[in-house]
C-alpha cells in the first residue's frame, strides 16, 4: 500500500491567494450560503473566479463582490488557482475533475445537499472551513483515477475518471458477455448486466451498491465488480493499480454503454478498450477533524446500534 500524501499545508502569502468557484444549479434555500462564501472570501481581499455557467444561473450579484468568470481547463492553466472550490456534492466534484485535470490544483468540496465522500463539508459550517482555508489548517490527500484507451477514440482529450470506468447493457437488452483481462492473461468472461473498474474513491459509489468492498482512499489496488452477473460463482475481486485491464465486448444487440463518472459514450463489439491507472492524481481539501474514516462513520451510520 502506497502511503497516502497526507500533510498540513502552509499558504505563502507572498503570492495573493486565488480561488475559483465551480457549481451546479442550487436551491433557493442555498443562495444565503453562496452569498455567504463569496463575501468572506471579499473580506479576505482573496481574488475569486466563477465558473461562468454557474455565475449566469444563480441569482447571486456576484459583480458586487469583485468576482469575475471562468470557463476552461485553459483558464486554470493559465491561471493556476491555489484552490478550487466546489459547491455540489460528489457528482459535482466529478464534473469538477474534467476541468482541472493535470493541474494539481487541490478542490474543497462544499456539500450543499446530503453528505458525500468527497464533498464533505457542510454548507453550515462554510464560514469555519473559509477561516482555515485562508490560514493553511488543511490537509491535502490525493486520489487515484482512472485512464481509458481504446482503438476508437472515446471521451475526447479527458479520458479519465475518479470514481468508476463501466461496460453496461443497454436499456432493457439481454445481457452481455464482458471478457476482461489482466496484463494480456485472461481473468473471467463475466455474463452479466455490465461490469464496474473503480478506484479507491469510487468503491463507496456504483461498486458498492452492487456489492463491492470499501475501500480506503490510500490503498493501491481497483476494484472490478460486476452488475447482475449470470454465473453466480462471479464475486468482486481486487486487485493492485499498477495492472493494466482491457476488455472485449459482445451480446445479442451490438450497443453496449461505456461510462467514465458520469460520461456516457456508445460503443460496439468492434472497441477494444483497456483500462489503467492515470499518470497523474487528484488532490481534495481535508478541514480538522474531517477524514475517510468520519465520513464513513457518519454516512453509513456506523457504531450507531442500538446495541453499543
Same mark, same amino acid.
Given at each position: ?83 478550487? /472550490?466546489? $459547491?455540489? *456534492? !460528489?457528482?459535482? +466534484? ?5 476541468? &482541472? ?50 482503438? /476508437?477514440? $472515446?471521451? *475526447? !482529450?479527458?479520458? +479519465? ?5 463501466? &461496460? ?141
Amino acid at each position: 500500500m502506497e502511503k497516502e500524501e497526507y500533510f498540513l499545508v502552509r499558504v505563502d502569502y507572498s503570492e495573493k491567494m486565488k480561488v475559483f468557484i465551480y457549481g451546479q444549479k442550487i436551491n433557493q434555500e442555498d443562495k444565503s450560503f453562496v452569498r455567504g462564501l463569496i463575501s468572506q472570501l471579499k473580506e479576505a481581499k482573496i481574488a475569486t473566479r466563477v465558473w461562468k455557467q454557474f455565475y449566469d444561473q444563480t441569482p447571486i450579484d456576484f459583480q458586487k463582490a469583485e468576482s469575475t468568470t471562468w470557463e476552461t481547463y485553459e483558464d486554470i492553466v493559465k491561471d493556476r488557482p491555489t484552490v478550487l /472550490i466546489c $459547491l455540489g *456534492g !460528489d457528482g459535482t +466534484i466529478l464534473q469538477a475533475i474534467t476541468y &482541472i485535470r493535470d493541474t494539481g490544483v487541490p478542490v474543497l468540496g462544499i456539500n450543499m445537499g446530503r453528505l458525500g465522500f468527497m464533498a464533505s463539508i457542510e454548507k453550515k459550517l462554510i464560514p469555519d472551513a473559509i477561516y482555515q482555508l485562508i490560514n493553511g489548517l488543511f490537509s491535502v490527500v490525493e486520489r487515484s483515477l482512472l485512464y481509458l484507451q481504446s482503438n /476508437i477514440p $472515446l471521451f *475526447g !482529450d479527458i479520458p +479519465i475518471a475518479l470514481n468508476d470506468v463501466t &461496460i453496461l447493457k443497454r436499456d432493457n437488452s439481454s445481457m452481455i458477455t464482458i471478457r476482461a483481462f489482466i496484463n494480456g492473461d485472461f481473468l473471467n468472461a463475466y455474463w452479466a448486466d455490465g461490469l464496474i473498474i473503480a478506484t479507491p474513491t469510487g468503491s463507496t459509489g456504483y461498486s458498492l451498491s452492487c456489492g463491492g468492498p470499501i475501500v480506503f482512499p490510500n490503498a493501491a489496488n481497483f476494484v472490478i465488480t460486476p452488475v447482475a452477473p449470470h454465473n453466480l460463482n462471479v464475486r468482486p475481486i481486487i486487485i493492485p493499480d499498477d495492472s493494466i485491464l482491457s476488455f472485449e465486448v459482445e451480446g445479442r444487440n451490438d450497443s453496449f454503454l461505456c461510462t467514465m463518472d458520469s460520461r456516457t459514450e456508445v460503443i460496439s463489439s468492434k472497441h477494444q478498450i483497456a483500462v489503467k491507472k492515470c499518470p497523474y492524481k487528484i488532490k481534495l481539501i481535508e478541514l480538522q477533524p474531517v477524514s475517510f474514516l468520519n465520513t464513513l462513520q457518519t454516512k453509513l451510520h456506523w457504531g450507531l446500534d442500538q446495541r453499543n
